[in-house]
């Protein structure tokens, strides 16, 4: 937004407005050293010149601000400082808005699907700051227990993929424990059908601004399971938390034996609905069209 500012000042006038998604301030890295100031960079000066600065989650903005004055550190040149006190007045929560709606399921679909033991999913990006060696820890110890479950694994897939994937694959193919229903991509129609029969949805991230693909999940009848760090605390209520790995092999050690009881458990996740944030993201972006059209022909 600055560098587009900066190159065309008849749109100074005009009222500028930032959504944040994520953030590069603590978006994760592997090491310290790969992380790019310049893109860190670029949002706080964005920052500085935008009117309104709306963020999907608490979490995201406390996050964003409270690290600024550490970003700057990395830097041996010009630190300024209290740019988070300059910025902070003009942030907001705004969530980011699911459109999707639960598929009607029959009782004897679920019934059926009941009976064919529980159905666990881990729907994210297959990258390592998801934690799928957690994930995977967890499973290894559920069918070291003797639990039987179903399992499918989705998400995006990108050009360096972690071999774990691959290796896991084999392995759960092989287990009389463990049947593999879908590994990757699945096309939209084949996800909202596998969410809306399957029993679990499993987070073991270590780096979630939001979460889109959990609160999809839970939308379409999956109860979720989610550490008790980052976004999650302040989406989702305390019965849907873990702290530990242990714990969360401890449930779903239990669901396993009782695939049904996880029908009982069921998460009020309206307000993220699209309907309920119409009225907030219309006066987010309110504009007057008169005092558009002025501040562009100004």
């Avoid at 407005?17 to 890295?29: A, D, K, R, S, T």
């Avoid at 305390?238 to 009782?258: A, G, S």
Wanted: glycine residues 4%.
């Amino acid at each position: 937004m600055a560098e587009l500012i900066a190159l065309r000042p008849d749109l100074m006038p005009c009222r500028k407005v930032l959504y944040f998604h994520e953030n590069q301030l603590i978006y994760p890295v592997r090491k310290q050293q790969e992380r790019d100031f310049q893109y860190g960079y670029n949002q706080i000066i964005s920052c500085m010149v935008a009117d309104n600065i709306f963020f999907n989650t608490l979490f995201n903005l406390t996050s964003f601000l409270d690290s600024i004055p550490s970003f700057f550190k990395l830097q041996p040149d010009y630190r300024p400082k209290n740019l988070q006190e300059r910025i902070r007045p003009k942030c907001k929560v705004l969530y980011f808005p699911i459109l999707i709606q639960k598929s009607p399921i029959s009782s004897e679909v679920r019934k059926t699907d009941d009976n064919a033991g529980l159905h666990i999913v881990w729907p994210h990006r297959w990258e390592h700051d998801k934690g799928p060696e957690k994930f995977f820890m967890v499973i290894d110890a559920l069918i070291e227990k003797g639990c039987k479950f179903r399992l499918s694994v989705l998400g995006e897939q990108f050009q360096q993929v972690p071999l774990i994937f691959d290796e896991k694959k084999r392995q759960y193919e092989a287990s009389n424990n463990c049947q593999v229903l879908d590994w990757g991509w699945v096309n939209r129609g084949r996800y909202v059908d596998l969410l809306s029969s399957a029993h679990i949805v499993v987070s073991t991230s270590d780096h979630e601004f939001y979460g889109v693909s959990m609160i999809e999940a839970a939308i379409l009848g999956c109860f979720p399971l989610c550490p008790w760090r980052l976004s999650y605390p302040e989406i989702f209520p305390e019965e849907c938390l873990y702290r530990t790995e242990n714990q969360l092999v401890k449930r779903l050690k239990y669901l396993c034996k009782n695939p049904g009881a996880s029908r009982n458990l069921s998460v009020n996740l309206d307000r993220f609905k699209w309907m309920s944030l119409k009225s907030q993201y219309e006066e987010a972006l309110l504009i007057k069209k008169e005092d558009n059209h002025a501040a562009l022909t100004a």
